[in-house]
């Protein structure tokens, strides 16, 4: 399968312990995305990569957010000191460029007890 | 980006057409219309866009009015697999990161 993975699928943790979710996307694609959704609402986006090049945040990722994509293929997205607001689900999606189409990839799920 | 409006839910018959509508009275000109779906714990999946002209793929078929204000979504036939979250999304082609904004969708419910 070549379409975009992330890794864990489910991540449970306690409030205040950090995280870590891996993001694999399509190979050669050089745009990375990262989303947010809760329950009942669509994804929101956080960030994004041209590369290795994280251009945009968003508001909502707060200073306990961190994102990198250091040779410009996979990501990871951390989270430090989880809160129970954290839990949602966490999409990445890929594509070649600014101007085709998006693949999302899984998710993963975290719940913060 | 122009916002959308879209109802909660709707309901189809397998083997029928599904119609999904979708209002953007705000859209510019240079705005594509984009629709993704999303089925239960998977990603978001894209559909189709179009600017102005009437598109057709293998998933469906995208309708815009004249006035680009609203736009509708066809799914020729039906199935239980198409049971998702429908997201229309107004957005331009390229700038702003190419980021889509999502509203809360129309869940489709496809039945026997």
């Known amino acids: 399968d070549t379409g975009v993975s992330q890794d864990p699928r489910h991540k449970i943790t306690k409030r205040g312990q950090n995280v870590t979710f891996r993001c694999d996307p399509i190979s050669e694609h050089n745009r990375l995305y990262w989303y947010r959704q809760t329950l009942g609402q669509g994804p929101e986006f956080l960030t994004y990569f041209q590369n290795e090049a994280q251009l945009e945040k968003s508001r909502l990722l707060s200073d306990r957010f961190s994102a990198e994509r250091p040779k410009g293929s996979f990501s990871t997205l951390e989270i430090q000191r989880t809160e129970q607001g954290d839990s949602a689900m966490y999409l990445c999606?890929?594509?070649?460029?600014?101007?085709?189409?998006?693949?999302f990839g899984p998710g993963t799920r975290l719940t913060v007890l | 980006d122009a916002k959308t409006t879209q109802p909660p839910s709707m309901d189809c018959a397998e083997g029928r057409a599904a119609n999904l509508p979708c209002n953007h009275s705000?859209?510019?000109?240079?705005?594509?219309v984009y629709w993704y779906r999303q089925i239960h714990s998977q990603g978001p999946q894209y559909i189709i866009h179009g600017l102005k002209n009437n598109e057709t793929n293998e998933m469906a078929s995208l309708i815009i009015t004249e006035d680009r204000k609203s736009s509708t979504l066809i799914l020729p036939h039906a199935t239980l697999r198409d049971t998702a979250v429908y997201y229309c999304i107004v957005k331009v082609l390229t700038g702003g990161g190419n980021k889509l904004t999502f509203g809360t969708g129309t869940q489709l419910k496809v039945e026997l």
């Open positions: 999606a890929s594509s070649l460029d600014e101007r085709t189409k998006k693949f």
């Open positions: 705000t859209i510019s000109g240079n705005e594509y």
